[in-house]
T-cell receptor, first 113, second 114 residues
């Protein structure tokens, strides 16, 4: 079975731009979660989606948004990028909602200049 | 107070040595889950193990073993006969019944020297 895939793997943007990251979960998995990882803050939860509905949201500003499609694929969007948004964005999928085990993708490394 | 503490920021050992990564957690829940993930330089978090609070049996998987002790709120991870490919950052995480969100430790960077 193919693992979680994320595109693109690397992205360079400038302040003020917006970005969309994509995540395809493991086949059959219905839950997708997003995390931001930075050296200073570690792993921080962004949101969790299940059956196209956002179930949980972390403590991030409204510039961070996401959605899930009927095929369970998910996208997250960051608008008006700031330098502090530079991070590794990880997507994880699970069969069902928490506490089901989450399996992670390779991440998208976003650099904001 | 941190709910998941990985006190060892970085550990460096020579190949073939045994190494133990510590994880201490804090929770008032009686139902919770503990996880270990490995993050190699490529960045992907690789799931290693999940343990629920009612199962205190130690687990062994090849060179990997886990020691879960509720009395000391610890869930330690031991690699026997370490190999260079074990070099990575290892994260311990807690999932509590209140919302089952993963609460992450800061991670331990493990360096295995040839």
């Amino acid at each position: 079975k193919a693992g979680v895939t994320q595109t693109p793997r690397y992205l360079i943007k400038t302040r003020g731009q917006q970005v969309t990251l994509s995540c395809s979960p493991i086949s059959g998995h219905r839950s997708v979660s997003w995390y931001q990882q930075t050296p200073g803050q570690g792993l921080q939860f962004l949101f969790e989606y299940f059956s196209e509905t956002q179930r949980n949201k972390g403590n991030f500003p409204g510039r961070f948004s996401g959605r899930q499609f009927s095929n369970s694929r998910s996208e997250m969007n960051v608008s008006t990028l700031e330098l502090g948004d530079s991070a590794l964005y990880l997507c994880a999928s699970s069969l069902e909602v928490r506490p089901d085990t989450q399996y992670f993708g390779p991440g998208t490394r976003l650099t904001v200049l | 107070a941190q709910k998941v503490t990985q006190a060892q920021t970085e550990i460096s050992v020579v190949e073939k040595e045994d190494v133990t990564l510590d994880c201490v957690y804090e929770t008032r829940d009686t139902t919770y889950y503990l996880f270990w993930y490995k993050q190699p330089p490529s960045g992907e978090l690789v799931f290693l193990i999940r343990r629920n609070s009612f199962d205190e049996q130690n687990e062994i998987s090849g060179r990997y073993s886990w020691n879960f002790q509720k009395s000391t709120s610890s869930f330690n991870f031991t690699i026997t006969a370490s190999q260079v490919v074990d070099s990575a950052v290892y994260f311990c995480a807690l999932s509590e019944r209140i919302d089952y969100q993963l609460i992450w430790g800061a991670g331990t960077k493990l360096i295995i020297k040839p």
